[in-house]
Nanobody, 124 residues
C-alpha cells in the first residue's frame, strides 16, 4: 500500500512558477512509476508528466513540454513537478499518481495510487 500526499499548490500570476511535491509512503517507492495529472472544472482529468521508477526517463504532455519538469528523489520518496511560465489555462487541481511498475504511462486508469490533489490557480 502506498499513500501519496501532494503539496505546493497555490495562486500565482501568469508567467510565474510553482513547484509541487508528492510525498509517498512505502519502502519500495523506487520501483513505482510516478506521474502528475490535472483536472480543470468541467473537464476530464488529463495527463501532465510521468517518470520511471528509477528516474531519468520522463514523458510530458505536449502542452507543458519545455515549461514543466518532473523529477524524483527516491531517498526522500518524493516526486516533484516544477512548473514555469504558468498560463491561466494551467489552472486545475493537480494529482500525483503512482503504479507498481517500472515503466510509466499517460493513461490515468493504469495508476493504482492517487493523492488527494492540490489546487493551482494562475490568475492576475
Amino acid at each position: 500500500q502506498v499513500q501519496l500526499v501532494e503539496s505546493g499548490g497555490g495562486l500565482v500570476q501568469p508567467g510565474g512558477s510553482l513547484k509541487l511535491s508528492c510525498a509517498a509512503s512505502g519502502r519500495t517507492f523506487s520501483t513505482y512509476a510516478g506521474a502528475w495529472f490535472r483536472q480543470a472544472p468541467g473537464k476530464e482529468r488529463e495527463f501532465v508528466a510521468a517518470i520511471r521508477g528509477s528516474g531519468g526517463i520522463t514523458y510530458y504532455a505536449d502542452g507543458v513540454k519545455d515549461r514543466f519538469t518532473i523529477s524524483r528523489d527516491n531517498a526522500k520518496n518524493t516526486v516533484y513537478l516544477q512548473m514555469n511560465s504558468l498560463k491561466p489555462e494551467d489552472t486545475a487541481v493537480y494529482y500525483c499518481a503512482a503504479r507498481p511498475l517500472y515503466y510509466y504511462s499517460d493513461y490515468a486508469g493504469s495508476y493504482t495510487y492517487w493523492g488527494q490533489g492540490t489546487q493551482v490557480t494562475v490568475s492576475s
